[in-house]
């Protein structure tokens, strides 16, 4: 079910049922931004149809990142320039063939159904909506290409998969070191006043965002620091994925029995140590 949720004036959530996902819309006086498209078409449908009534047009459009969940239903919203990070038409790139079996299609084909960025950044970039202004900066770690938006005038911070709050950390094809650094690093946005996860709930106040945006951080560098230790103790790789038990590094943070969550936790560990592996490798 796709919800909206305006979260300040003019800035709105927009929930789908992928993991609890987040999208946002950002409407300016003379344009509106979407930041991200969902997993299905219907869902960039709605977000278009959610703009068009306002008296905009979904020509502008955001991506995060490109992983799946987040652009494959951004079709509608891509009339016009789509941004992304510099290293996001390589993220792309390397899914096409998994889409193409998940549609079965040739490859050819899959391409030609996906978002492209119009725009890319290495930096930073700034977007003027009039009214509303969205800069949009580089938060890898969970991709490569990952990036976090935030809209100045209201404090709101669009994570995208940079930070979650209805999961735990999810590395995917990215790197646990510089998730917990572009985590920090949010730390210090001064403006911070709502947070917008990739997934989960919506958080409202600077100190509870921070706060959680601390703990996700301070996860990450405990379970690296308890598998650095098991594995040079000798553990195997598997013992090391043993010693981090989910109800002390995860406790009641998070709902046990949501999105499977004990076996989420146990993929990110394992995501670690194959990290710290390659590390002593070096």
Known sequence: MIEFEEVAPGVFSVAHDFVEGKNAIVIGHRAALAIDGGNYAEEGAAMAAFIRNRGLAPDRLALT???GDHILGAVPLAGGE??????TPAVIRRQIPMWAKRWEVEPAEAERRV???????????????????VR??????????????????DGVLIGGDAVVTGIVPAIGDGDSRQLEASLR?????????????????VI??????????????????????????????????????????????????LPRDRHNMPKRHRHTVVKIVAEEEAWQLR
Request: aromatic share 8%.
């Open 204 to 253: 409202h106040g600077r100190e509870e965002a921070r706060d959680w945006i601390r703990w996700e951080a301070d996860y990450l560098a405990a379970v690296r620091d308890r598998v650095r230790a098991s594995l040079k103790e000798g553990s195997s790789s598997s013992a090391a994925v043993e010693a981090v038990g989910y109800d002390e590094f995860v406790s009641d943070r």
């Open 136 to 153: 949009l900066f580089p938060t890898p770690g969970h991709s490569a290409d990952g990036v976090s938006a935030l809209v100045l005038e």
């Open 82 to 87: 789509v941004f992304a990070h510099a290293n």
């Open 65 to 67: 990142h490109g992983h």
């Open 115 to 133: 978002v492209r960025p119009t725009v890319t950044f290495s930096d930073e970039l700034s977007i003027d909506l009039d009214g509303k202004s």
């Open 185 to 201: 690093s949010l730390l210090s946005v001064a403006e911070l006043e709502v947070l917008v996860p990739g997934h989960g709930p």
